[in-house]
C-alpha cells in the first residue's frame, strides 16, 4: 500500500511539474508567421473547409472489417488442437459467411461505386 501511494505522489508531481513548467516555457507572443494558417510562406487560396467524399469513410471503415477479419481468423490453425475443434470453425465460418453477405449487400446496393 506504501508503495503505491509513493508512485502515485511521484506521478502527481511530476505531471504538474511538467504542466509548470510548459506554462513557463511556453512563448507568450507568438510570431505572425505561427498565427497564419500555413507556415509555407505564401497566402491560402481556397478555403480549407472544402467537403469531403463520404465514399471515402466506407472505403476506410470496409477496410477496417475486413482487417479485423483477418485478425479474428489467424488462430483458426491452432484450433485443430482444441478439445472441440468443430465448435470453432463453425463460428469461424458463420463469421465469414456474414461478412461476405455483408459485402454482397454492400455490392448490389452499389455502395462499392466510386463515380455514380
Same mark, same amino acid.
Given at each position: 500500500m506504501n508503495? *503505491? %501511494?509513493?508512485?502515485? %505522489?511521484?506521478?502527481?508531481t511530476l505531471s504538474m511539474a511538467l504542466t509548470a513548467l510548459?506554462?513557463?516555457?511556453?512563448?507568450i507572443n507568438p510570431d505572425s508567421e505561427k498565427l497564419s494558417p500555413y $507556415?509555407?510562406?505564401?497566402?491560402p487560396l481556397g478555403s480549407a473547409r472544402l467537403p469531403f467524399s463520404i465514399r471515402f469513410f466506407l472505403v476506410a471503415i470496409l477496410? !477496417?472489417?475486413?482487417?479485423l $477479419? *483477418?485478425? !479474428? !481468423?489467424?488462430?483458426?490453425p491452432w484450433a485443430i488442437q482444441l478439445q472441440h475443434p #468443430? %465448435? #470453432?470453425l463453425i463460428w469461424a465460418s458463420t463469421l465469414i459467411l456474414l461478412l461476405t453477405l455483408g459485402l454482397v449487400y454492400e455490392w448490389t446496393q452499389g455502395g462499392l461505386e466510386w463515380a455514380e
Open positions: 508503495m *503505491i %501511494t509513493f508512485m502515485m %505522489t511521484l506521478s502527481l510548459n506554462f513557463w516555457l511556453a512563448q $507556415e509555407c510562406g505564401f497566402d477496410f !477496417l472489417l475486413f482487417d $477479419e *483477418i485478425a !479474428l !481468423l489467424l488462430p483458426l #468443430t %465448435t #470453432t
